[in-house]
C-alpha cells in the first residue's frame, strides 16, 4: 500500500466508524435485557421494543410528527413548485433575491428560527402551539423543495411545453400535461426528502413545543430527562430504521439520489 | 392582399432590443419558403412570432386572410417542427402524435395518428418511448405530430441540420412529398444556402432584422444583387469592376494557369469534384476552383489567372 492510500482507508474507515458505530451502539443497548441504557447490553431481548408501544406520550407524539412531516411537505410543494416553475422558467427581477430567501432556512441555525418565531409569532399574535410548529416545518422543508425541483425542470427543455401550446394546449394544461408528468420523480423526491428532514427536525421543534404538544424527537429528549431505560434506545433505532427504509426504497425505485 | 401568410411592418423586440424592425413579407397557398440567414438575423424569431411563441411589438400577422397576431399558439392553427424535436418524453410515438387530435377532442384519433406515422414510415414505432429512437426517427415524429392536425401554415426550424448526409436526402423527398399531398404551406428557418436551395421554391434573405433579397432559389443562386448575397451564395471573389461597380465571381468562374493577373498560390482545400486554391495576388485574396481531374498546382507556386468579366455577376449594391 502507497502512504496516500494508508492514509485515505484510515480516513474512510474513521468515517465509518463514527458513522456507523452510534448506530450499532443505540441497536445494541436497545437490545439488553437489563432496566438500565447501557453499552454493552446485560442480556438480549425485545421488550424495550414493545415498551415502546406502550408509552402513550410517544404514540401522541408520533403522530404529531407524521402529520408535521406529511402536511407540512405538501405544503412546501405546493407552494414550492410553482416558485421553483417561475424561478427555472421566466426572467423575474430578483430571482437571486428570492432564491437566496428560500434557501435561508438552510443557512440560518434552527435555534434562530426557532426563537424567533416563538418571539415574533406565537407569543405575540397568539399563534397556537400546533399552527406555529406546521408553518416552521413548511418553511424549513420549503429549500429543499424549491432545490429538487428546479433541477428537475432544468433539465426538461422549454419547447417541449412550446409544442405543447402549439398542439393546443393553454399555459396551465400544458403544465399539468406536460411539465408534470415530467418531474413528477423530483416532486416525489423532494417529498421524501422534505418528510424526513421534518422527521428528525430538532432545534426549531424544540423551542415550540408546549404543553401536550411535542414532536416525536422532543418527547424523547422529554422521556430521557424523567426516565432512564432503554426504550428511548428502542425508539431510536425504530426512527433509524424507517428513516432508511424510505430512503432505500426511494433510491431503489426513483433514483433518489439525481435529484438531491 | 392575396397572400395566405402575409407579415405586414412586423416589429420584433427582446425587452428594448430590437431583432427584427417592421419585416414585411407574404407566401401564396402551398409555397414552400426558407427563412435563410445568418444567426441573429431574426429568423428564428420571425418564425416564433408567426407561431405565435412571442408577441410582437407592433405589425400583424394574416394568415388565410385571419388577423392571428394577438391569438394564443392553440388557436393559429400552425404546426412547428423544433430543430430538437422537442418530444414529450413520458409519452410514446402513438401518444406524441395524438396529442394535438385530442385536445381538439377529434374523432378516429387511432386511424388518424396511425396514417400520419404511416407518412413518415414509423407505423411499427408506435409503441416505443421517443427517447429511445434516433434522431432521424424522431423528428419524423415530430413533423407527424405536427400534421395529423391539419395546421394551414408548417413551420420548420432547421430542419436538416442535424442530419447526415444521407438522412438530410431522405428527409428532404419526404418534406417534398408532404407539400405536394397536402399542399401545407411551409416556412423553414436556416443559416444554410444549400439547404435552402435544395427545398424552398422561394427563399428570403435575411440580414439584421431586414430582407436582403428574395426571389425564386435558382434566382437567388444566380443573381445575387448585394455584397451580402453574393457572398452568401458562394460568390468568394467580390471585385471593384472598370466602372466602380461591384463584380462578383465563384469560384469555379476563375479561369487558373493562364490570364492577366498573377498570384501565389497559398492553400488548396479537395472538395471532391474540385479543388480550391487560395490565391494571393495584386487584386487581393483570390479563391479558385479546377476540376479534380486536371494537374495540381503546388504550395508557393505562382499561378497566373482570369477573372473573365462574361462569369462575373454585377452587384447592385455594396
Given at each position: 500500500m502507497k502512504p496516500s492510500s494508508t492514509a485515505t482507508g484510515t480516513i474512510i474507515g474513521l468515517t465509518l466508524v463514527f458513522l456507523i458505530g452510534p448506530f450499532i451502539v443505540i441497536i445494541l443497548a436497545a437490545l439488553t435485557a437489563g432496566n438500565n441504557l447501557a453499552f454493552p447490553p446485560d442480556g438480549l431481548s425485545l421488550k424495550w421494543f414493545i415498551k415502546v408501544f406502550t408509552v402513550e406520550s410517544f404514540r401522541i407524539s408520533f403522530f404529531i410528527s407524521m402529520f408535521l412531516a406529511v402536511f407540512g411537505t405538501l405544503t412546501a410543494l405546493i407552494v414550492g413548485v410553482p416558485a421553483a416553475y417561475a424561478i427555472a422558467r421566466y426572467d423575474i427581477p430578483g430571482a437571486g433575491a428570492i432564491q437566496l430567501a428560500v434557501s435561508s432556512p438552510l443557512i440560518v441555525p434552527g435555534i434562530i428560527v426557532g426563537l424567533a418565531l416563538l418571539r415574533?409569532?406565537?407569543?405575540?399574535?397568539?399563534?397556537t402551539i400546533m399552527a406555529a410548529l406546521f408553518l416552521a416545518h413548511a418553511a424549513l422543508i420549503l429549500p429543499y423543495a424549491v432545490r429538487v425541483v428546479t433541477s428537475s425542470l432544468q433539465n426538461l427543455r422549454v419547447d417541449v411545453e412550446e409544442a405543447a401550446l402549439i398542439l393546443g394546449c393553454s399555459r396551465l394544461g400544458s403544465f399539468f400535461r406536460v411539465v408534470f408528468p415530467n418531474i413528477r420523480g423530483g416532486i416525489l423526491a423532494a417529498f421524501i426528502l422534505g418528510f424526513v428532514t421534518s422527521f428528525n427536525q430538532v432545534p426549531v421543534s424544540l423551542f415550540l413545543s408546549g404543553p401536550g404538544v411535542r414532536t416525536l424527537p422532543i418527547d424523547m429528549l422529554a422521556y430521557m430527562e424523567t426516565t432512564y431505560d432503554p426504550s428511548v434506545a428502542a425508539l431510536a433505532c425504530l426512527l433509524a430504521i424507517m428513516s432508511v427504509g424510505i430512503v432505500f426504497l426511494a433510491e431503489r425505485f426513483l433514483g433518489f439520489s439525481r435529484y438531491v | 392582399m392575396s397572400d395566405f401568410v402575409s407579415v405586414d411592418k412586423l416589429t420584433l423586440a427582446y425587452g428594448d432590443t430590437?431583432?427584427?424592425?417592421?419585416l414585411s413579407f407574404g407566401i401564396g397557398k402551398g409555397e414552400l419558403i426558407a427563412l435563410l440567414?445568418?444567426?441573429?438575423?431574426?429568423k428564428t424569431t420571425t418564425m416564433r412570432a408567426i407561431a405565435g411563441l412571442m408577441t410582437p411589438k407592433s405589425g400583424t400577422i394574416r394568415i388565410d386572410g385571419r388577423d392571428?397576431?394577438?391569438?394564443?399558439p392553440s388557436l393559429r392553427e400552425v404546426g412547428l417542427v423544433f430543430q430538437s424535436y422537442?418530444?414529450?418524453?413520458?409519452?410514446t410515438v402513438f401518444e406524441n402524435v395524438a396529442f394535438g387530435l385530442k385536445m381538439r377532442k377529434a374523432p378516429n384519433i387511432r386511424e388518424r395518428v396511425m396514417a400520419g406515422l404511416e407518412s413518415v414510415g414509423?407505423?411499427?414505432?408506435?409503441?416505443?418511448?421517443?427517447?429511445?429512437?434516433?434522431g432521424g426517427q424522431q423528428q419524423r415524429v415530430s413533423l407527424a405530430r405536427s400534421l395529423v392536425v391539419e395546421p394551414k401554415v408548417l413551420l420548420l426550424d432547421?430542419?436538416?441540420?442535424?442530419?447526415?448526409a444521407r438522412l438530410r436526402l431522405e428527409m428532404q423527398m419526404v418534406l417534398k412529398d408532404i407539400q405536394k399531398k397536402t399542399g401545407v404551406t411551409m416556412i423553414f428557418v436556416t443559416h444554410d444556402q444549400s439547404e435552402a436551395l435544395a427545398l424552398a421554391d422561394r427563399i428570403v434573405l435575411m440580414k439584421d432584422g431586414r430582407i436582403v433579397q428574395s426571389g425564386l432559389a435558382e434566382e437567388m443562386y444566380s443573381a445575387p444583387r448585394s455584397r451580402f448575397a453574393a457572398d452568401f451564395f458562394g460568390f468568394e471573389n467580390i471585385l471593384p469592376g472598370r466602372d466602380g461597380g461591384l463584380l462578383a465571381w465563384r469560384p469555379t468562374a476563375i479561369r487558373l494557369g493562364d490570364g492577366p493577373h498573377e498570384g501565389t498560390i497559398r492553400g488548396m482545400s479537395f472538395g471532391g469534384d474540385y479543388r480550391t486554391y487560395v490565391i494571393d495576388s495584386a487584386l487581393g485574396e483570390i479563391k479558385g476552383s479546377v476540376r479534380a481531374g486536371l494537374p495540381a498546382f503546388g504550395e508557393g507556386e505562382k499561378v497566373r489567372f482570369d477573372l473573365p468579366e462574361g462569369e462575373a455577376v454585377r452587384l447592385e449594391a455594396a
Open positions: 415574533y409569532l406565537v407569543i405575540p399574535t397568539g399563534f | 430590437v431583432a427584427v424592425p417592421e440567414g445568418p444567426s441573429g438575423c431574426g392571428v397576431t394577438r391569438l394564443p422537442a418530444l414529450f418524453p413520458h409519452l414509423l407505423r411499427d414505432f408506435a409503441n416505443r418511448l421517443t427517447p429511445d429512437l434516433s432547421e430542419p436538416l441540420s442535424n442530419l447526415d
